[in-house]
């Protein structure tokens, strides 16, 4: 049996002593997650900077992987790892969804990628 493929990916905001300590704890954290759950890690992505840009040299990384099909999940910690604005996190969703890639944190589990486009008129 073939184990899911999962990148992970992990983000603080900032650097410093305690953020690399943090950084380090939340990587453990979703090794550990993977684990469990019988996730076969195939990358590992990190950054450490705000969540406002999708831009991040880490997240990247990941947008890379997905693209090329070496991943069947991403999972992070909780949503505003990714990012912080709605709209970002609907445009993110559509990436992952076209490209057949789930998404996952240890928080919530999976994340339901489909949205309903119709919107309800009075």
């Not at 998404?103 to 990628?113: E, H, I, Q």
Request: proline share 1%; charged share 25%; net charge neutral.
């Amino acid at each position: 049996m073939n184990k899911e493929k999962v990148w992970i990916y992990c983000r603080i905001d900032k650097g410093g002593n305690m953020g690399k300590e943090l950084l380090e704890t939340q990587k453990y954290r979703l090794e550990k997650y993977a684990a469990a759950h019988g996730l076969s890690i195939t990358g590992i992505s990190e950054d450490t900077q705000n969540g406002i840009s999708l831009e991040r040299p880490g997240l990247l990384e990941v947008n890379r992987a997905v693209e090329e099909h070496q991943v069947d999940i991403v999972l992070v910690f909780n949503l505003d790892r990714l990012c912080r604005r709605t709209e970002d996190m609907i445009r993110y969703w559509n990436f992952l969804n076209q490209n057949k890639v789930r998404l996952c944190t240890v928080a919530d589990g999976f994340v339901n990628l489909i949205m309903d486009s119709g919107i309800a008129t009075a």
